[in-house]
């Protein structure tokens, strides 16, 4: 089937220890998507890649950044993790959302513990 | 205030109808969406309405949208103790490139 995969489903890192999360998808999208997601809270959207095109968010923290090496691939590199930064990071795909429906379809997400 | 508000919890018994508000700030809004999300897993779309409609039904599924009061609504007709999650309603902009804006999402819980 079809689908978003991320790696690793959970992820331990030392404070200030560079980490990297992994998403692919099957579903060859145009565009991926990162979210953080704190508890209880709605996915905020960190940045988005429009086939190469990299696309920040105003506030997301220099910290956070990503990579998309080709079109099922793309990572998202914390370079200082901070225990603020201790979250649920989504992956998500679109084709291209400027077509109209702009229905994204979700991984299940890395688990982000920072110690 | 926020672009996108719901309320916070809604518990239901078993066999009941669920009915989750969300109301949004910005007329432009093209589409307007219900995403699920289980516990400790990624957001699965339910549902969506185009903004020129007023009405949806998919199944157990209902969409309620009122333009005027800015208000949308999600009701589960014979909602399951597997309906238990937490719901969030976003809209998209085509003006915006059609980016995603969540509300804070619903948490439900369906009693036996």
């Known amino acids: 089937d079809a689908m978003v995969i991320q790696n690793p489903r959970y992820q331990v890192t030392q404070f200030g220890k560079p980490v990297t999360l992994s998403c692919s998808q099957t579903?060859?999208?145009?565009?991926m998507y990162w979210y953080q997601q704190k508890s209880s809270q709605a996915p905020k959207l960190l940045f988005h890649y429009y086939d190469k095109d990299f696309n920040n968010e105003a506030d997301t923290p220099d910290n956070f950044q990503s990579r998309r090496p080709n079109t099922s691939f793309c990572f998202l590199d914390i370079r200082s993790p901070g225990l603020g930064d201790a979250a649920m990071y989504l992956c998500?795909?679109?084709?291209?959302?400027?077509?109209?429906?702009?229905?994204?379809?979700f991984g299940p997400g890395t688990r982000l513990t920072v110690l | 205030g926020e672009d996108v508000e719901q309320s916070l919890f809604l518990s239901v018994r078993e066999g009941d109808s669920s009915v989750i508000n969300c109301t949004y700030t910005?007329?432009?809004?093209?589409?307007l969406y219900w995403y699920k999300q289980e516990p400790g897993a990624g957001l699965q779309l339910l549902t969506y309405i185009f903004s020129n409609m007023d009405m949806k039904q998919d199944q157990r599924l209902t969409v309620l949208l009122n333009k005027k009061d800015k208000h949308l609504s999600l009701r589960i007709a014979d909602t399951q103790t597997g309906d238990s999650a937490i719901y969030f309603c976003a809209e998209s902009k085509r003006r915006a490139g059609n980016m995603l804006t969540f509300g804070g999402g619903t948490r439900l819980m369906v009693k036996p």
């Open positions: 910005d007329s432009s809004s093209t589409y």
């Open positions: 579903l060859n999208h145009n565009v």
């Open positions: 998500a795909t679109s084709r291209d959302p400027a077509g109209g429906l702009g229905e994204q379809f």
